[in-house]
Protein backbone atom coordinates (compact mmCIF):
# COMPACT_ATOMS: atom_id res chain seq x y z
CA UNK A 1 0.00 0.00 0.00
CA UNK A 2 1.21 3.66 -1.03
CA UNK A 3 1.91 5.83 2.06
CA UNK A 4 1.11 9.23 2.25
CA UNK A 5 2.67 11.46 -0.84
CA UNK A 6 3.53 15.02 -1.09
CA UNK A 7 4.37 16.95 -3.75
CA UNK A 8 6.57 18.80 -4.39
CA UNK A 9 8.92 18.01 -2.07
CA UNK A 10 10.96 21.35 -2.24
CA UNK A 11 9.73 24.68 -2.98
CA UNK A 12 11.72 27.63 -2.93
CA UNK A 13 9.23 31.23 -3.12
CA UNK A 14 9.92 34.98 -2.97
CA UNK A 15 7.85 37.19 -0.18
CA UNK A 16 4.76 38.29 -1.49
CA UNK A 17 3.56 34.87 -3.68
CA UNK A 18 1.37 32.13 -2.72
CA UNK A 19 1.87 28.85 -2.91
CA UNK A 20 0.06 25.46 -3.16
CA UNK A 21 1.23 22.16 -1.58
CA UNK A 22 -0.66 19.01 -2.05
CA UNK A 23 -1.19 15.68 -0.34
CA UNK A 24 -2.44 12.26 -1.45
CA UNK A 25 -3.85 10.44 1.70
CA UNK A 26 -3.28 6.58 1.69
CA UNK A 27 -5.82 4.72 -0.25
CA UNK A 28 -8.96 4.78 2.17
CA UNK A 29 -7.89 7.34 4.92
CA UNK A 30 -10.46 9.72 4.58
CA UNK A 31 -9.20 12.40 6.90
CA UNK A 32 -6.18 14.57 5.76
CA UNK A 33 -4.20 17.05 8.61
CA UNK A 34 -1.63 19.39 7.92
CA UNK A 35 1.15 20.64 10.34
CA UNK A 36 4.03 22.87 10.37
CA UNK A 37 7.65 22.34 11.59
CA UNK A 38 10.31 24.91 12.19
CA UNK A 39 13.40 24.75 14.76
CA UNK A 40 11.82 27.52 16.56
CA UNK A 41 8.23 26.94 17.23
CA UNK A 42 8.45 22.84 16.53
CA UNK A 43 5.48 21.11 14.88
CA UNK A 44 2.37 23.14 14.91
CA UNK A 45 -1.00 21.97 13.56
CA UNK A 46 -2.47 23.62 11.05
CA UNK A 47 -6.37 22.40 9.54
CA UNK A 48 -7.82 18.88 9.34
CA UNK A 49 -9.94 17.66 6.89
CA UNK A 50 -12.46 15.27 6.70
CA UNK A 51 -14.85 14.05 4.29
CA UNK A 52 -14.04 17.82 2.35
CA UNK A 53 -15.06 19.60 5.54
CA UNK A 54 -12.52 21.14 7.74
CA UNK A 55 -13.18 19.84 11.25
CA UNK A 56 -10.32 21.37 13.43
CA UNK A 57 -8.50 24.65 12.86
CA UNK A 58 -4.90 26.01 14.64
CA UNK A 59 -3.73 29.37 15.84
CA UNK A 60 -2.63 30.33 12.05
CA UNK A 61 -3.26 33.42 9.93
CA UNK A 62 -6.16 33.61 7.32
CA UNK A 63 -3.26 33.06 5.02
CA UNK A 64 -2.84 29.99 5.53
CA UNK A 65 -6.09 27.76 3.68
CA UNK A 66 -6.71 24.43 2.31
CA UNK A 67 -9.14 22.27 1.43
CA UNK A 68 -10.31 18.66 0.46
CA UNK A 69 -11.42 17.22 -2.75
CA UNK A 70 -13.84 14.30 -2.76
CA UNK A 71 -11.28 11.47 -3.30
CA UNK A 72 -9.63 12.78 0.30
CA UNK A 73 -6.30 14.64 -1.63
CA UNK A 74 -5.98 18.09 0.16
CA UNK A 75 -4.40 21.12 -0.79
CA UNK A 76 -2.91 23.59 1.53
CA UNK A 77 -2.22 27.09 -0.02
CA UNK A 78 -0.25 30.15 1.49
CA UNK A 79 -0.96 33.60 0.04
CA UNK A 80 1.35 36.40 0.66
CA UNK A 81 4.25 34.50 1.71
CA UNK A 82 6.45 35.86 4.99
CA UNK A 83 10.14 34.99 5.27
CA UNK A 84 8.42 33.21 8.92
CA UNK A 85 6.68 30.87 6.62
CA UNK A 86 9.92 28.98 5.74
CA UNK A 87 9.39 25.84 7.09
CA UNK A 88 8.39 21.84 6.59
CA UNK A 89 5.21 20.78 6.00
CA UNK A 90 3.87 17.75 6.69
CA UNK A 91 0.40 16.18 5.92
CA UNK A 92 -1.04 12.78 7.97
CA UNK A 93 -3.37 11.19 6.79
CA UNK A 94 -5.91 8.65 8.86
CA UNK A 95 -8.55 6.18 8.32
CA UNK A 96 -11.44 8.66 10.01
CA UNK A 97 -11.71 11.11 12.06
CA UNK A 98 -11.33 10.09 15.47
CA UNK A 99 -8.30 10.72 17.92
CA UNK A 100 -7.31 7.36 18.42
CA UNK A 101 -6.49 6.45 14.99
CA UNK A 102 -2.96 6.58 14.17
CA UNK A 103 -1.91 9.41 11.36
CA UNK A 104 0.65 8.30 8.50
CA UNK A 105 2.90 10.72 7.76
CA UNK A 106 3.99 12.16 4.51
CA UNK A 107 7.64 13.15 4.12
CA UNK A 108 6.70 17.12 3.64
CA UNK A 109 7.26 19.45 1.55
CA UNK A 110 10.32 22.08 2.13
CA UNK A 111 9.51 25.19 1.63
CA UNK A 112 12.06 28.34 1.52
CA UNK A 113 11.15 31.99 1.29
CA UNK A 114 13.46 34.50 0.45
CA UNK B 1 -5.70 23.25 26.54
CA UNK B 2 -2.99 20.63 26.28
CA UNK B 3 0.87 20.89 26.19
CA UNK B 4 3.76 18.68 26.04
CA UNK B 5 7.06 19.16 27.46
CA UNK B 6 10.07 16.98 26.21
CA UNK B 7 12.40 17.18 29.29
CA UNK B 8 16.06 17.06 27.25
CA UNK B 9 16.47 18.58 23.95
CA UNK B 10 19.41 16.40 22.99
CA UNK B 11 19.94 13.23 24.61
CA UNK B 12 23.85 11.17 23.21
CA UNK B 13 24.51 7.84 24.50
CA UNK B 14 26.85 5.24 23.33
CA UNK B 15 25.55 2.38 21.39
CA UNK B 16 24.15 -0.60 23.44
CA UNK B 17 23.41 1.49 26.10
CA UNK B 18 19.97 1.89 27.85
CA UNK B 19 18.12 5.43 27.54
CA UNK B 20 15.02 6.88 28.48
CA UNK B 21 13.89 10.21 26.39
CA UNK B 22 11.32 11.88 28.74
CA UNK B 23 7.94 13.82 28.31
CA UNK B 24 5.45 15.55 30.45
CA UNK B 25 2.23 16.51 29.30
CA UNK B 26 -0.35 18.98 30.79
CA UNK B 27 -4.41 18.69 30.37
CA UNK B 28 -7.69 19.44 31.86
CA UNK B 29 -9.28 16.29 30.50
CA UNK B 30 -7.79 12.96 29.74
CA UNK B 31 -5.46 12.30 26.51
CA UNK B 32 -4.29 9.89 24.50
CA UNK B 33 -0.61 9.74 24.15
CA UNK B 34 1.98 9.10 21.61
CA UNK B 35 5.25 9.01 20.67
CA UNK B 36 6.95 9.59 16.90
CA UNK B 37 10.11 9.37 15.30
CA UNK B 38 11.70 11.56 12.81
CA UNK B 39 14.59 10.59 10.65
CA UNK B 40 16.59 13.23 8.60
CA UNK B 41 14.58 14.50 5.93
CA UNK B 42 11.17 11.87 6.48
CA UNK B 43 8.54 12.29 7.95
CA UNK B 44 6.99 11.60 11.19
CA UNK B 45 6.59 7.73 11.92
CA UNK B 46 4.87 6.18 15.08
CA UNK B 47 6.31 4.53 17.22
CA UNK B 48 3.57 3.65 19.92
CA UNK B 49 0.63 5.14 21.71
CA UNK B 50 -1.53 5.01 25.42
CA UNK B 51 -5.01 4.75 24.62
CA UNK B 52 -6.13 2.97 27.80
CA UNK B 53 -5.37 -0.29 29.57
CA UNK B 54 -1.94 -1.31 30.71
CA UNK B 55 0.60 1.67 31.40
CA UNK B 56 3.18 -0.09 30.13
CA UNK B 57 3.18 0.29 26.01
CA UNK B 58 5.52 -1.61 23.81
CA UNK B 59 6.22 -0.48 20.09
CA UNK B 60 8.09 -0.96 17.57
CA UNK B 61 11.80 -1.55 17.44
CA UNK B 62 12.08 -2.56 20.57
CA UNK B 63 10.82 0.86 22.38
CA UNK B 64 8.55 1.19 25.26
CA UNK B 65 6.95 4.05 27.20
CA UNK B 66 5.19 4.19 30.79
CA UNK B 67 1.83 5.76 31.38
CA UNK B 68 1.91 7.88 34.35
CA UNK B 69 -1.39 9.57 35.27
CA UNK B 70 -0.42 10.92 38.45
CA UNK B 71 2.86 12.33 37.49
CA UNK B 72 1.29 12.91 34.04
CA UNK B 73 4.44 12.11 32.32
CA UNK B 74 4.84 9.28 29.50
CA UNK B 75 8.67 8.26 29.31
CA UNK B 76 10.02 6.56 26.11
CA UNK B 77 13.13 3.87 26.94
CA UNK B 78 14.89 1.20 24.97
CA UNK B 79 16.92 -1.12 27.06
CA UNK B 80 19.87 -1.08 24.48
CA UNK B 81 20.27 1.22 21.47
CA UNK B 82 21.48 1.03 17.98
CA UNK B 83 23.70 3.67 15.73
CA UNK B 84 20.13 3.27 13.54
CA UNK B 85 18.48 4.72 16.79
CA UNK B 86 19.82 8.16 15.78
CA UNK B 87 16.91 10.36 14.95
CA UNK B 88 14.45 13.01 16.93
CA UNK B 89 12.03 12.00 19.05
CA UNK B 90 8.25 13.79 19.18
CA UNK B 91 6.20 13.28 22.45
CA UNK B 92 2.41 14.32 21.92
CA UNK B 93 -1.29 14.07 22.77
CA UNK B 94 -4.75 14.45 21.69
CA UNK B 95 -7.63 14.51 23.24
CA UNK B 96 -9.73 11.79 24.12
CA UNK B 97 -13.48 12.01 22.29
CA UNK B 98 -12.18 14.21 19.96
CA UNK B 99 -13.64 14.77 16.43
CA UNK B 100 -10.59 14.81 14.55
CA UNK B 101 -6.68 14.26 14.76
CA UNK B 102 -5.16 17.44 16.13
CA UNK B 103 -1.65 16.11 17.63
CA UNK B 104 0.16 18.39 20.44
CA UNK B 105 3.64 17.62 20.29
CA UNK B 106 6.31 18.58 22.46
CA UNK B 107 9.47 20.43 21.22
CA UNK B 108 11.57 16.78 20.26
CA UNK B 109 14.21 15.10 21.41
CA UNK B 110 17.51 14.53 19.44
CA UNK B 111 18.91 11.15 20.58
CA UNK B 112 22.37 10.87 19.31
CA UNK B 113 23.81 7.37 19.51
CA UNK B 114 27.61 6.90 19.56
CA UNK B 115 29.45 4.10 18.68
Same mark, same amino acid.
Given at each position: ??? +????????????? #? #??? $? *???? &?????????????????????????????????????? !?????????????????????? *???? $?????????? =???? !??????????? | ?????????? +???????? +????????????? =??????? =????? $???? $?? =?? *???????? &?????????? *????????????? &??????? !?????? &????????????????? +???
Amino acid at each position: KAG +VTQTPRYLIKTRG #Q #QVT $L *SCSP &ISGHRSVSWYQQTPGQGLQFLFEYFSETQRNKGNFPGR !FSGRQFSNSRSEMNVSTLELGD *SALY $LCASSLSDTS =YNEQ !FFGPGTRLTVL | AQSVTQLDSQ +VPVFEEAP +VELRCNYSSSVSV =YLFWYVQ =YPNQG $LQLL $LK =YL *SGSTLVKG &INGFEAEFNK *SQTSFHLRKPSVH &ISDTAEY !FCAVTR &IYNQGGKLIFGQGTELS +VKP
